[in-house]
């Protein structure tokens, strides 16, 4: 099948946009993945940055750049995010803490929807915030049902064990206790594409005075089930 739409520069740019798709990826990485001569691969990966199609990670490989999410979210096309809001919404309101809804972007987990509690001691994260894949009951969550080769290189930096990980594929949810930041708990579960692929981690959070040391035993249930109606959204989209 011809995918040659007659105007080669944005067939070249689709190319590497999707090479990206995967994960982060080394200029030698995107030659590999494209076809493309490197100096062309080159030229259009630093084009697409500097229009935030495409970013970096803290290792200096490409990787896909916020205002992909941007454009989705304007089109209103990301199902994702538009059944998010309600669903976290009535999370927050059922644990009485702030949710979150996070997708991983390379090294990085991203905040992409969120329900703030909205008085009191909380737990705040913006949209659009990044957070680290190497702590967290969201983290946990996006790195366990990767690849072994991807979960093993995530697991070199975490303060986690490839056990734990483990445990939250058996179980459903993933928690934390001031893993990501002293005093703070949460909780998280998977969404699910269609074909089954976790494609994002909803999360609550708070002070560990409200969350306990042990907060799934407590949050685990809703968070499970808010993780579902999304799920549920995207088998419906299809």
Do not use: Y
Not at 145 to 155: I, Q, S, T, V
């Amino acid at each position: 099948m011809d995918n040659s739409s007659g105007v080669g520069v944005l067939d070249k740019a689709a190319l590497v946009l999707a090479a990206l798709e995967p994960g982060p990826a080394t200029l030698a990485g995107l030659v590999a993945s494209t076809g493309l001569a490197r100096p062309t691969a080159h030229r259009l990966a630093v084009a697409l940055e500097h229009h935030r199609l495409v970013a970096r990670d803290m290792q200096g490989r490409f990787i896909l750049g916020p205002r992909l999410g941007e454009l989705a979210a304007a089109a209103g096309e990301d199902r994702l995010l538009a059944a998010a809001g309600p669903v976290l919404a009535r999370l927050r309101d059922i644990t009485g803490e702030s949710a979150q809804l996070f997708r991983r972007q390379g090294d990085f987990r991203v905040c992409v929807a969120a329900a703030d509690r909205p008085t009191g001691l909380r737990d705040s994260i913006p949209v659009g915030g990044q957070l680290t894949m190497s702590a967290g009951s969201a983290a946990q969550i996006l790195l366990s049902w990767e690849d072994p080769e991807r979960m093993n290189k995530g697991l070199l930096k975490a303060t986690f064990s490839a056990a734990e990980l483990s445990a939250v594929r058996r179980r459903g949810w993933a928690q934390s206790v001031g893993e990501r930041e002293n005093g703070v708990g949460s909780v998280s579960a998977p969404v699910r594409s269609p074909s089954g692929k976790v494609v994002a981690a909803v999360s609550v959070s708070g002070p560990l005075e409200r969350l306990t040391r042990q907060p799934g035993r407590m949050h685990a249930p809703a968070v499970v089930a808010a993780a579902e109606r999304l799920s549920q959204s995207l088998r419906r989209s299809t």
